[in-house]
């Protein structure tokens, strides 16, 4: 805990990361966005955003010919005596040790955003499930014919990963209509299509 702390702290001990992360925060960006906005060089930002991504700051996704980054908002909501004191008990720890898992899992199966080939491991392809649904916006719907083309863009197999989706209750479908769960339940994954 106390390295994944003092890695935490380190990274953003930086004014130019401190400048990317304000404007992370206020709009999901791709390197050349925040590179004019920040007045920053392009090579800058993407030296910048590889160390954030290391202290799991900021989370990464393809979406055409761009890698489009975002803050993860839930490292954020910890505090400091939470970080310093471990007074909540390991939990911060967990959640680090559990998204450094979650990133590896991603760097293996999702190199560049794209799935090839879908883990056998349940909790492996739970991550990379999560990750393709991640391009989809909670409480919305969409025809049959989005919701394949938005998961084909990262995985060949459409079919299966929206069965997936709606087998493990993240989306409901109803006379060719989709619609994304804002709060699905993360727990029930006795159909993820094995």
């Known amino acids: 805990m106390e390295h994944e702390t003092l890695c935490l702290l380190k990274t953003v001990a930086d004014e130019t990361r401190i400048r990317i ?16 906005r920040l ?14 991504q290391q202290a799991g700051l900021v989370d ?38 559990e998204e450094q898992y979650r990133r590896k899992v991603l ?37 049959e014919k989005e919701v394949n083309e938005i998961i084909a863009r990262i995985h060949a197999d459409y079919c299966t990963v929206r069965r997936g989706f709606i087998g493990m209750g993240w989306m409901q479908r109803n006379n060719g209509i989709y619609t994304v769960n804002p709060h699905p339940d993360n727990d029930h994954y006795e159909d993820i299509n094995m």
């Open 107 to 143: 760097k293996s199966f999702m190199p560049n955003g794209i799935c090839e080939q879908m883990p056998a491991q349940l909790k492996k392809r739970i991550i990379v499930y999560r990750e393709i649904f991640s391009n989809f916006e909670g409480g919305r719907t969409y025809t």
């Open 39 to 52: 007045n920053l060089s392009a090579a800058t930002v993407s030296f910048h955003m590889k160390k954030l």
């Open 60 to 97: 990464s996704r393809r979406e055409q010919y761009y890698t489009i980054y975002s803050v993860r908002r839930d490292i954020f909501r910890h505090t400091l005596e939470e970080l310093i004191l471990e007074k909540d008990g390991g939990e911060t720890a967990e959640a680090l040790r």
């Open 21 to 36: 992360l304000r404007a992370l925060y206020e709009k999901d960006c791709y390197v050349e966005l925040l590179s004019e």
